[in-house]
């Protein structure tokens, strides 16, 4: 049966995540938020099609990840491997094949590990134990049942007039480097290799942003590493990011077989970038990474470019402005 990545199904999940909040406060009795230190960052990166290396730059023997980076989410919830897709056909086998949803399937957390299925459920169930008995012993009886219903009214408010969320991929109707981007992808000299926009609040210290794109092979990128901005004075962006180079791995491809059961041909074809990703695995190995180290003071609502041989970034800051209801 073909795989039905439904709206449904992330609708179940936000019922699910909504049975745990809404039965606290609702939408009136939410505290006012303070957007004052909130930016909108919009990062385009793209490559020269013709790339040379120079004495200027230095091969990078090593590196790594902040402890407190984070990544930011895309627009629509997707898998990133063959894998994951394997673990989102299950759940959608566990949805009800009703048009109705009667009653909500087991928790699971999407994308999870197999072996640490039955550790997440342990926790989840101590989580839900601990605030009930919490509960019964601040004398609130009415709170010590988790709602088995949904209130309607209320998520459907929360999916139609949602907050702003931070560090979440924008649509492309929010975007300002429109016309950068349009000129890149029209270019014969450049490939446009992803362009992003999301909201996040900024301090003096700054959140590390984790920015992979362009090719990928295993769980290498051709452009990987960090942006973090702050603000203090002037608004600051820090890049630590590096370019591979890659080299096939000659006599050695492993092709993977996907089996016909496991993955039908429908779903095969709605993921083509994950069979594509997955048939050239073990096929490639990086032959030579190059750093950009950067630090640059930046002006909000100006447009702003970090140069590397291989490989540039445009960066566009605007004060986030939360509309009125």
Same mark, same amino acid.
């Given at each position: 049966?073909?795989?039905?990545?439904?709206?449904?199904?992330?609708?179940?999940?936000?019922?699910?995540?909504?049975?745990?909040?809404?039965?606290?406060?609702?939408?009136?009795?939410?505290?006012?938020?303070?957007?004052?230190?909130?930016?909108?960052?919009?990062?385009?990166?793209?490559?020269?099609?013709?790339?040379?290396?120079?004495?200027?730059?230095?091969?990078?023997?090593?590196?790594?990840?902040?402890?407190?980076?984070?990544?930011?989410?895309?627009?629509?919830?997707?898998?990133?491997?063959?894998?994951?897709?394997?673990?989102?056909?299950?759940?959608?086998?566990?949805?009800?094949?009703?048009?109705?949803?009667?009653? *909500?399937?087991?928790? !699971?957390? $999407?994308?999870?590990?197999?072996?640490?299925?039955?550790? &997440? +459920? #342990?926790? @989840?169930?101590?989580?839900?134990?601990?605030?009930?008995?919490?509960?019964?012993?601040?004398?609130?009886?009415?709170?010590?049942?988790?709602?088995?219903?949904?209130?309607?009214?209320?998520?459907?408010?929360?999916?139609?007039?949602?907050?702003?969320?931070?560090?979440?991929?924008?649509?492309?109707?929010?975007?300002?480097?429109?016309?950068?981007?349009?000129?890149?992808?029209?270019?014969?000299?450049?490939?446009?290799?992803?362009?992003?926009?999301?909201?996040?609040?900024?301090?003096?210290?700054?959140?590390?942003?984790?920015?992979?794109?362009?090719?990928?092979?295993?769980?290498?990128?051709?452009?990987?590493?960090?942006?973090?901005?702050?603000?203090?004075?002037? *608004?600051?962006?820090? !890049?630590? $990011?590096?370019?591979?180079?890659?080299?096939?791995?000659? &006599? +050695? #491809?492993? @092709?993977?077989?996907?089996?016909?059961?496991?993955?039908?041909?429908?779903?095969?074809?709605?993921?083509?970038?994950?069979?594509?990703?997955?048939?050239?695995?073990?096929?490639?190995?990086?032959?030579?990474?190059?750093?950009?180290?950067?630090?640059?003071?930046?002006?909000?609502?100006?447009?702003?470019?970090?140069?590397?041989?291989?490989?540039?970034?445009?960066?566009?800051?605007?004060?986030?402005?939360?509309?009125?209801?």
């Amino acid at each position: 049966m073909p795989l039905r990545v439904s709206h449904r199904a992330l609708l179940i999940c936000a019922a699910l995540a909504y049975q745990f909040t809404a039965h606290a406060i609702s939408d009136d009795a939410l505290p006012e938020e303070d957007y004052s230190n909130w930016y909108q960052v919009e990062v385009a990166v793209f490559r020269p099609r013709d790339m040379q290396a120079n004495g200027e730059i230095w091969p990078l023997t090593s590196f790594n990840y902040p402890k407190d980076m984070i990544s930011v989410g895309s627009i629509d919830v997707k898998p990133d491997s063959i894998h994951q897709l394997r673990q989102l056909i299950e759940f959608e086998k566990m949805l009800p094949r009703e048009q109705e949803v009667t009653e *909500l399937p087991p928790i !699971a957390f $999407l994308f999870e590990q197999s072996s640490r299925q039955q550790r &997440n +459920q #342990q926790l @989840l169930q101590e989580e839900l134990q601990n605030e009930m008995l919490l509960d019964a012993q601040a004398g609130n009886p009415e709170r010590l049942e988790i709602a088995n219903t949904v209130d309607h009214r209320q998520l459907r408010d929360m999916l139609t007039r949602p907050r702003p969320e931070a560090f979440r991929e924008l649509e492309s109707d929010q975007l300002n480097l429109g016309e950068v981007s349009s000129s890149l992808q029209r270019s014969s000299q450049f490939d446009l290799l992803s362009h992003r926009a999301w909201l996040q609040p900024l301090t003096t210290k700054g959140t590390p942003i984790l920015i992979q794109t362009g090719k990928r092979y295993d769980q290498f990128h051709e452009v990987d590493g960090t942006l973090t901005f702050s603000l203090s004075r002037y *608004l600051h962006v820090d !890049a630590n $990011l590096w370019f591979t180079e890659f080299t096939p791995r000659y &006599n +050695q #491809q492993k @092709l993977l077989r996907l089996n016909n059961q496991d993955i039908d041909e429908e779903t095969r074809k709605a993921y083509p970038e994950l069979v594509a990703h997955a048939r050239e695995h073990n096929t490639h190995i990086p032959l030579q990474s190059y750093r950009m180290s950067q630090s640059r003071r930046m002006r909000s609502n100006e447009m702003h470019y970090l140069d590397h041989p291989f490989f540039g970034v445009v960066i566009k800051i605007l004060r986030y402005q939360p509309t009125s209801e």
